[in-house]
């Protein structure tokens, strides 16, 4: 490299990255870079080991091999708690919300200074956690119902609440398996337009069946195929890759 130039910054850097289960490679020799301000949809048939990229890139499955650094920090040598705090989100298919507890309560509990023992403990209903519920409250359709039971919301609105208890500790890299999975067209529409608003100052990467939500949603595509890239690029160059046709689009 010349003197003086600098390397591009990606905010997430996966090289080589391989696990293997008794012998079986469910992710093989996987390398992609994600920018700041990003979104990116992994597709890909069932068992091509999307969900597999997630779990690794957040430490709930540790590598055989490869790298994963995210803004220049080696994250396969991290706990999973440890890769939280460096600004890793990830929302699971299943929300996982407190459904005994309010809208509002369920955004004040995530908020960072209640995470620890101490910070519990300690924490108090200021005006500074409450301005920050409301703002995400909003950013996720869920202004008026700061007052109501999480187990009365509709399934979407249960999927908007989860993504705003990530939102509301602001990871710098949101990850979303299936966010749109049982919802109705309007939710799908929402989701979407949320989505485009969270990635000012973060980026996204998300798993996803819905073909027009990726096309409403994705800056670039990756297609998996039993652990590997078959395709990358916008949805328009996957879309009509023949590979991707082949494999995936024409079944």
């Known amino acids: 490299m010349e003197i003086g130039t600098q390397p591009k910054e990606f905010l997430l850097a996966v090289s080589g990255l391989t696990v293997s289960f008794d012998g079986f490679k469910a992710v093989n020799d996987l390398s992609f870079y994600l920018d700041p301000d990003e979104i990116r949809v992994i597709i890909g048939p069932n068992g091509a080991g999307k969900t597999t990229v997630l779990d690794l890139i957040c430490g709930k499955t540790k590598a055989t091999s490869g790298s994963i650094e995210f803004r220049g920090k080696e994250l396969t040598k991290l706990t999973e708690n440890a890769i939280v705090q460096a600004g890793v989100g990830r929302k699971f298919q299943t929300p996982s919300i407190y459904d005994d507890l309010t809208v509002f309560e369920n955004l004040e509990i995530s908020?960072?200074?209640?995470?620890?023992?101490?910070?519990?403990?300690?924490?108090?209903?200021?005006?500074?956690?409450?301005?920050?519920?409301?703002?995400?409250?909003?950013?996720?359709?869920?202004?008026?119902?700061?007052?109501?039971?999480?187990?009365?919301?509709?399934?979407?609105?249960?999927?908007?609440?989860?993504?705003?208890?990530?939102?509301?500790?602001?990871?710098?890299?949101?990850?979303?398996?299936?966010?749109?999975?049982g919802m109705s067209v309007s939710e799908r529409m929402k989701t979407a337009e949320l989505l485009h608003t969270i990635i000012k100052g973060r980026s996204v990467l998300v798993i996803e069946h819905d073909m027009k939500f990726v096309e409403d949603i994705a800056h670039k595509v990756i297609v998996l195929h039993q652990g590997k890239i078959l395709s990358e690029g916008s949805m328009e160059t996957v879309k009509n890759d023949p590979k991707v046709i082949e494999v995936y689009l024409g079944h």
């Open 111 to 181: 908020y960072p200074r209640g995470r620890t023992v101490f910070g519990a403990l300690t924490f108090k209903r200021d005006a500074a956690v409450r301005e920050r519920v409301e703002e995400i409250a909003e950013m996720i359709f869920l202004k008026d119902k700061l007052e109501t039971s999480a187990e009365l919301l509709s399934h979407g609105q249960k999927q908007w609440l989860e993504i705003g208890m990530l939102l509301i500790q602001d990871p710098e890299l949101l990850m979303l398996d299936e966010p749109v999975a």
